[in-house]
């Protein structure tokens, strides 16, 4: 469920982040590989929709934010410049020459599998939302989710393990997004694959050492990540049942970042709003009376307390990405 207080005084302040970076093409970390002098080229011809944000997955799922923000508040004084922004990104142009790039030599592994599965939930906000202009950018969007969905295919098929870090590399998260895509898009046969995976990777796993956690530098907790990717997966009573013996026990406080001016200590920021809406997501797959679902959603709204008075705007380490992580957390995405 969407957080009550989430208004559109808040919908303009994080929307506010988003139009400040998907644009802004420096300062930029690109993960690329160069293949020939010729590939020495600088972001926004690289990857003409997704250059802005700092690097490719932020302005994806900046992108992103302001689609959801601007579905879920259509008359706010913010959404004619989103329109625009989103407008000036997803051109049938830009998105092909995403695809040339996702398909060059050398680049099977560029954002795998984080921006992929950003790429993909862009996708699905559109397809979700009813507006004219988001079916004509959905259309535009099509060519690159159908060659991220087959790069997604053609390694999870030959992936015999899955990657349980509390960074961009974690499966468990990813896979998430991936599934609320292939059943919003209505992508069977993605669906299914992903689905087949995760119960691979996951359904036997036992005392996840949550206690390990977190890594320094970590935005996303790998034993929260993976219960929230199998309760999508299972029935009420079979998900809490997998639950106590993967968590038997979950008692965590929220985390401090000291330095906010590094961009990896502020990650922390960012844990503590991925951990509320993974909570949330965990509570919901659970049968009403189980006493669990009322201490995850204690402990859930205290980092989200921590989580949206860290992100203050004022350090762009921060800025670029983590409003996309309050808008997936306050607005209820992932709770269907």
Known sequence: MADSTFDQENAARFARLALDCVHKE???KIAHSL????????????TPAFYGCY?????VHGHWLLVRLMRLFPDAPFVAEARRAVGQSLTPANIQQEVKYLNADGRNTFERPY???WLLQL???LKEWKDADARKWAAALAPLEQAVTARIASWLSKMDHP???????NTAFSMGLMLDYARISGNAEFGKLVESRTRDYYLKDRACPVAYEPSGEDFLSPCLAEADAVRRILPEAEFAAWLTAFLPALDFEPTHVVDPTDGKLYHLVGLNLSRAWMLNGIGSRLPA?????KSFAALSA?????GIEGITGEHYEGGHWLGSFAVYLVSGRGLR
């Open 26 to 28: 420096y300062p930029n």
């Open 35 to 46: 293949n020939s002098d010729a590939d020495v080229k600088p972001p926004r011809e690289l």
């Open 55 to 59: 690097d490719w997955h932020s302005s």
């Open 115 to 117: 921006g992929l599965a």
């Open 123 to 125: 996708s699905a906000e």
């Open 163 to 169: 990657i349980r870090t509390g960074e961009h590399n």
């Open 289 to 293: 009376n189980d006493p669990r679902r």
């Open 302 to 306: 205290r980092l989200q307390a921590a």
